[in-house]
Nanobody
Framework: QLQLVESGGGLVQPGGSLRLSCTVS????????IGWFRQAPGKEREALSC????????KSVDYVKGRFAISRDNAKNTVYLQLNNLKPEDTSIYYC??????????????????WGQGTQVTVSS
């Protein structure tokens, strides 16, 4: 059973940075696509970034481009999400999710089969 564990969240001041980690276990290969999402209380889940198996192609939504960056270390079975220039509206629970054996990033969050428990990011002065 594939398992994902997020870490790296916390309290940060506006303009600050955090690096979130998503460590994957329980899968015999690194052939999975990882996506990062967030969901604040009372709001819908938002897709943020995705790291595919298509020659390292990554995708990010427009509102995080230039501020958030996704990367992957297969030796550590970990996908990172670097959060820079954080704003109060970035306060949310951040989740990673996996789609094993996929090549491209899925179009919808419901196409990811495994989810982590989430890590809280709070941006406040």
């Amino acid at each position: 059973q594939l398992q994902l564990v997020e870490s790296g969240g916390g309290l940060v001041q506006p303009g600050g940075s955090l690096r979130l980690s998503c460590t994957v276990s329980g899968f015999t290969t690194n052939y999975y696509v990882i996506g990062w999402f967030r969901q604040a209380p009372g709001k819908e889940r938002e897709a943020l970034s995705c790291f595919s198996n298509d020659n390292g192609v990554t995708k990010s939504v427009d509102y995080v481009k230039g501020r958030f960056a996704i990367s992957r270390d297969n030796a550590k079975n970990t996908v990172y999400l670097q959060l820079n220039n954080l704003k109060p509206e970035d306060t949310s629970i951040y989740y990673c999710a996996a789609r094993p054996l996929a090549i491209a990033c899925p179009k919808g969050s419901n196409e990811f089969h495994f989810w982590g428990q989430g890590t809280q990011v709070t941006v406040s002065s």
